[in-house]
């Protein structure tokens, strides 16, 4: 499927005062177990702070984990600095408890893909490893 | 008991069916413990029902806390609540009470919970979100507006802020005029599970510590009947752990805040027997019903005779048991119901004080009012209608249940060992223990899960294609203006040099051994905000940093 040979660089991150990271850290283990580079940015990140660590580790994906409902805030502010910062081109991922009418306008605001509660890590892990044109098909 | 069986009748039960077919699915418990096919006498080799089990209400309290538990009064039915603006969730509060709800529990929003302000840029777009906003002591004043605090009781879920809150609490109380000694109710107050699991902490481990043993030496003076902590097993199973561990990590916890209490001189028994628990109640029935007592027997041993506490109070265990949140699925949401109510039988069975059970639509949004009367529902048909309350400890001496106890003490003990060769509490949270043993436990489950060695109806199995979706609460982007001019208006109003005065006490007085709190409550009288007194207690204290360790 990927012909890439260099491993995928993902920066993981908690944005907000959200300290939920049962499921960030359960990701992060199985995309590293998978062979993706694997960069947990931590808790309490700011929109500001995850943009420039995805500038600074050169990153392909950035994965972002809310389970406080402040998603519509953060979220978009996330995908205007990346703009903003050139890094337009990095993959946007959202994991957490995002309702179903939210997940279409993220999607619309250029969200590659808001995995819920309870995804399989194996859907995670393919949906990365797919080349971009199937994944956005 | 282990004499009237013949042990080769049941050597011989089990060797011709050791070789029964077996499910896909290997019988072991949530927690991914084998489950033999049966249990027996053998099982209990050694137990003695006389002084292993005893009776309800006795040392060492296997059957309970109380001699005739649920026949003389049923648990406290407590549904966790709060959101928006304090007004709104002072009307949640009425509305609860007059569904027949008999306790209140107030859920504040991430920035409270954190000790920002509502207008600190880091709140943006979570107040009022996930709880109610508190900023000063007038919120305070009209989140339990209307209540009768010398009636009803009230617990507080917040931590590392707790001592402002608990000064906001019981300045406000004064002012309504019901006296201290009347008020009845739990702070949570746990700071060392926020540097396991929940990651609401502020200060590092010590002042952390320190600040919360402020509250249980100042309510043990001042404030005999009320909870000055929460020990909290629920937010480390939540954060991904299994159940021994929950239990082995909660009573670590309790253990330490006994040191330190006992270092400053306090008397064990002047406070042990205030010193409350909070346990998650999961999926595994039995496993979970030997959790609670296998925790009331550790507690009391320990107390006994590691810190020779000598009063009875001083030994019980007493619990609140919340539902596991991390249990429920989006997908099918109305099949939490289920998943709720057997859960709450678990805690029932397992005999806890009070109970919250979670409602279906929370892994979507805060619980709407359909959704929150079901779940209280659920409670009181456990309650009235299915006789479970019929008689105290139904399950004492089932072979199977005290197995599994007994299983759970000895791993627990084991769990305080490598503690212990950590160096204690502290430097075994320095160290990266308790998260990175949480962590191993959430991937190994969730690889489970993937693989279908457990099956989670709708998620893994049984799934449905067309779903239809629930009706949820939405709180109104509002609020987070309407919380931030209140909160402008209150400090313009207020007299600057006192709130100034006093927020200058509070970092005296924390850059001594005294206690906090009435410099606290002195501030909170003056109007200091939340975000101020915990930045004031920051300037002394220094910040912990949330390191990214996993």
Redesign the interface.
Same mark, same amino acid.
């Given at each position: 499927m990927t012909t890439a040979t260099v491993p995928q660089r993902i920066v993981l991150a908690k944005i907000g005062l959200d300290g939920h990271d049962r499921g960030i850290k359960v990701v992060a283990r199985a995309l590293r177990d998978a062979g993706m580079h694997v960069i947990y940015a931590g808790l309490w990140q700011t929109p500001e702070a995850v943009v420039r660590t995805v500038g600074d580790e050169d990153a392909d994906w950035l994965g972002l984990s809310l389970l406080s409902g402040a998603h519509m805030t953060l979220v978009p502010r996330v995908l205007e600095l990346l703009r903003a910062a050139g890094l337009g081109h990095v993959g946007v991922l959202v994991g957490g408890i995002i309702p179903e009418a939210d997940i279409a306008k993220l999607t619309e605001m250029g969200v590659a893909r808001v995995f819920g509660p309870g995804t399989p890590l194996p859907e995670i892990v393919d949906f990365l490893r797919q080349p971009r044109e199937a994944r956005h098909g | 008991m282990a004499t009237i069986t013949d042990r080769s009748a049941s050597e011989r039960w089990h060797d011709e069916n050791r070789k029964a077919p077996l499910r896909e699915q290997p019988p072991t418990t949530v927690s991914s413990v084998p489950i033999d096919a049966l249990y027996t006498p053998d099982s209990l080799n050694g137990f003695d029902p006389e002084t292993d089990l005893g009776f309800p209400g006795q040392y060492p309290f296997a059957r309970g806390v109380h001699a005739s538990m649920y026949r003389s009064r049923l648990w406290t039915m407590r549904q966790f609540a709060g959101f928006g603006t304090p007004r709104q969730t002072n009307e949640r509060f009425k509305f609860l009470l007059s569904k027949g709800q008999t306790g209140l529990s107030t859920a504040f929003d991430?920035?409270t919970?954190?000790g920002?302000d509502s207008d600190d840029p880091?709140?943006?777009?979570?107040v009022g979100?996930?709880g109610v906003a508190v900023d000063t002591l007038d919120d305070m004043q009209e989140l339990y507006d209307g209540i009768d605090l010398a009636k009803v009781s009230v617990s507080m879920t917040i931590n590392a802020p707790a001592a402002i809150v608990m000064a906001y609490f019981l300045a406000n109380a004064q002012d309504q005029g019901v006296d201290w000694q009347e008020l009845r109710g739990t702070i949570q107050n746990d700071t060392l599970k926020?540097f396991h699991a929940?990651?609401?902490f502020v200060y590092p481990p010590e002042p952390s510590v320190r600040l919360v043993c402020d509250v249980i030496e100042f309510c043990a003076q001042q404030v005999p009947q009320w909870n000055p902590v929460s020990i909290s097993g629920y937010h480390i199973r939540? &954060?991904?752990s299994n159940a021994v561990q929950e239990l082995a990590f909660t009573l670590a916890d309790g253990f330490h805040y006994v040191d330190v209490c006992l270092e400053r001189g306090l008397d064990v028994d002047s406070f042990a027997g205030r010193l409350s628990f909070f346990f998650n109640a999961h999926n595994d029935v039995f496993e979970e019903i030997a959790k609670y007592r296998a925790a009331r027997v550790l507690w009391a041993e320990t107390l006994r005779h590691k810190y020779g506490a000598r009063k009875e109070a001083s030994w019980k265990l007493r619990f609140h048991a919340q539902t596991a949140g991390?249990s429920l699925?989006?997908?099918q949401p109305q099949v939490n119901l289920m998943r709720v109510a057997y859960q709450a039988l678990a805690a029932v069975l397992g005999g806890c004080q009070s109970l919250h059970t979670n409602s279906m639509d929370e892994?979507? $949004?805060?619980p709407s009012e359909h959704a929150v009367t079901l779940a209280l529902r659920t409670q009181q048909v456990l309650a009235y209608e299915t006789g479970v309350t019929n008689t105290v400890d139904p399950l004492g001496g089932s072979y199977f249940v005290e197995t599994l106890t007994r299983q759970m003490q000895e791993q627990a003990r084991t769990y305080w060992e490598r503690i212990e060769e950590k160096g204690g509490m502290v430097p075994a949270i320095e160290a990266g223990f308790f998260r990175r043993e949480i $962590?191993d436990a $959430?991937?190994v489950y969730?690889?489970d899960?993937?693989a279908k060695r457990k099956l989670?109806v709708g998620?893994?199995a049984f799934q449905e294609t067309d779903e239809q979706?629930l009706e949820?609460l939405q709180?109104g982007a509002d609020v987070e203006q309407e919380q931030v001019s209140r909160l402008r208006l209150r400090k313009q109003q207020r007299d600057q040099e006192a709130a100034q005065r006093e927020l200058n006490n509070v970092k005296r007085v924390a850059a001594t051994k005294e206690n906090l709190m009435p410099a606290l409550i002195a501030a909170a009288r003056a109007r200091c905000t939340v975000g101020e007194l915990v930045n004031a207690l920051a300037d002394v204290f220094g910040r912990y940093d949330? $390191? &990214?360790k996993?």
């Open positions: - | 991430l920035p919970l954190m920002l880091r709140s943006l777009g979570e979100r996930l926020e929940q990651n609401e939540e &954060a991904g991390c699925q989006d997908k892994t979507l $949004a805060l $962590a $959430a991937f969730q690889r899960v993937d989670i998620v893994n979706p949820i709180i949330g $390191a &990214a996993w």
